[in-house]
């Protein structure tokens, strides 16, 4: 059975960082693609980063570009999310998710972790 679990979030100043894990459980992720999204209040879901297990390749939305990062630990099976420069518009529960390749959607979801961030 798949988990995935995040970890990391808080409260944080704005200018400030944070780094969220995601330990992902139940298979090998060769053939998974890996993603962080972000949903606030009142607001839906939308994509934050995501990263291919196998090769690496990334892709951020437009309002991580610069500031996030998302990286994976093989040894680990633990992806992250490096997130620098934060903004009170960053405040949301961030949640990682896994697809696998070829399918439409994300397959898996984490529970999420709340990331505040005061101005």
């Known amino acids: 059975q798949v988990q995935l679990v995040e970890s990391g979030g808080g409260l944080v100043q704005a200018g400030g960082s944070l780094r969220l894990s995601c330990a992902a459980s139940g298979r090998t992720f060769s053939n998974y693609r890996m993603g962080w999204f972000r949903q606030a209040p009142g607001k839906e879901r939308e994509f934050v980063a995501a990263?291919?297990?196998?090769?690496?390749?990334?892709n951020y939305a437009d309002s991580a570009k610069g500031r996030f990062t998302i990286s994976r630990d093989n040894a680990k099976n633990t992806m992250y999310l490096q997130m620098n420069s934060l903004k009170p518009e960053d405040t949301a529960v961030y949640y990682c998710a896994a697809q696998y390749i070829g399918t439409a959607r994300y397959n898996y979801w984490g529970q999420g972790t709340q990331v505040t961030v005061s101005s």
């Open positions: 990263i291919t297990w196998s090769n690496g390749w990334t």
